[in-house]
């Protein structure tokens, strides 16, 4: 059965931009292209979970917490999936950020500041003095040109002694957390929002940075953010991150087990979140050969463009005509642009929906009878064609016994849509506009 057109505003949701995260207590710890903001979870929450005490919140594809962080702070239980080894650590960090001890972090970031900012001096003033820092730069991790200018590597690099010194374990995934937030701020490269070189973006290289000053005030935050936590009441305890596809066959969550699931997938349009991470993966030990960044392009929601272009034609693995007709459209376009062409971008679609209607079918079995799942996505262009994502995601929700309960627009433009910037999603002349929405799936009592 067709899912309507969206609706322009259904449950009085507040604008669900992500970048509203930069203000708020723990979310403002790590900029991520999320699917929205936490004003809109909480939304989500007051609506769909009026008056609980107690509730079993899921985010499949967590990121860096929004959802999560939000359950915690109502007392209840949270569970988070996420591929990328940053973002299931930044989850994780923020989750446990209520066991900090403030005046052990104060005590840190003064030793921090003292120790390396010595060191600053002396690369400063060019009195180092053959006073080397043990750290080196991750040999995998390579890039077109210098990630960091000479200089800010030496302070990035006595930086990483310091943060490698710290005993307590919560303090130092914690330093190690503020280093990544702000690792790209002081490099030769810049988000916009995909990584790339500052150059690249119109901007002058960066020659020389205090590590240590932007890392302090990163950390202060946090602090700020840890004695916050620490005048509320509620909180919950009760949470687990798993660094892991949500749709591997073997699932840790329990059939009819979530009340309420707030999520937000990635979005078919190809944003390549292990691509923009390479510098966190590298810097922090995650990943040290591209070998290991591939396998995570493999279970990634829809794989990548990249991943798939190649290959034979991908057609759907479930019936849906009207969505099927559509990729095939696709797939007969621009043919003479080769790999550039309709084939790929037929098979990018195909991947997306199979694994849309994998995750569907899983959140049906994971949700109790009478629970909601909020999904949050976008519109795509793919070589000129829309393929409106929410109302497919509705119509496959109701093949896998959901209830299609509400599709509405979220942001009516979207940030970032320039985030492909092949020419491939041009609609020539069209005046298709790119947006956020909601598909609001209920599984029957
Ligand atoms: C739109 S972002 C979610 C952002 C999140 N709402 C937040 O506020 O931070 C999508 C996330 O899905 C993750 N992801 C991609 N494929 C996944 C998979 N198969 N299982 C779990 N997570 C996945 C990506 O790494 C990314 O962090």
Redesign the pocket.
Known sequence: MPVSAPTIPSAGFRDAA?ADNKQVPIHRWVP?????SSAFVQDAFDHYLPDVDDATIL?????????LIEAQLRGWSAIG????PY?AMACRAKLSAAGIEPDELADLITEYQATAGDQETLIDTGALNGCRPTSTAPAGFKTRIDFYSPRVMQKVLFTRDFIDSVENSALRDLMNLAFASVMVSFSNYSYEPSLGSRPGAGKPLIEDASVVEILSSKLQLMLDDVEWLRGRESGSDEWAVYEQ???EPECPVHANSVDLIV?????LNNYH?VRNTRPQMYWLGFATSPAQLRSLEE???GKFWQTVREQEPIRLDFEHSQLAAQIEIIRGLRVEKGIYGGNGWANYAATYYNDTFRFVSRIHDVLVPGGAAIIVVGNSLLQGVELKVEQHLGEIGEMCGLVCEDVHIVRQKRVGSSIVNTGAREAAGSKVMLYDAATVLRKPK
């Open positions: 992500a991520w292209i999320a699917g929205y985010d499949p594809f967590a990121g860096v917490g929004t959802t999936f996420d591929i990328n973002a596809s949500f749709l999520t937000s997938p990635p979005y979140y279970t990634n929601f």
